[in-house]
């Protein structure tokens, strides 16, 4: 009976969150996110705090990388990677880009994050 109450318990307590974080996210609220910023600070010589610069919005990058990872793996993009790390940076202006270009609004972030990608790292057939 406790092992039956325990397992249920632990379902609803993942079940919740992970349902919560399933909902859709449009391309307009993930480039809002991805404007947020996190200032970066380092000491200067002296010892005193400085701002050094500026890095994407943690979710942003995971957004961002997490598709760029999942598609490639899927073989459905092919990036070419022999000119270095491509960063959350640069697949944000691939997304902005693309977004700009189609005149899209109000649509789903993972179907804007596939065709933009798409276009691209397509792959060489």
């Known amino acids: 009976m406790f092992t039956r109450l325990a397992t249920v318990i632990l379902v609803f307590t993942i079940a919740i969150p ?37 890095t994407l919005d943690g979710y942003c990058v995971g957004y961002l990388e997490g598709a760029l ?18 960063d959350a940076g640069f697949l944000l202006s691939v997304i902005d880009t693309y977004v700009k270009d189609a005149g899209l609004s109000q649509i789903d972030a993972g179907q804007a994050i596939d065709e933009a990608y798409r276009r691209a790292f397509p792959c060489k057939q």
């Open 18 to 54: 992970s349902a919560a974080l399933s909902q859709p996210i449009t391309i307009e609220s993930l480039q809002k996110r991805c404007s947020e910023k996190t200032l970066v600070y380092g000491r200067d010589a002296k010892g005193g705090m400085i701002k050094t610069g500026e």
């Open 69 to 86: 990872a999942a598609m490639q793996h899927a073989q459905l993009i092919c990036p070419d990677f022999s000119k270095g790390q491509i």
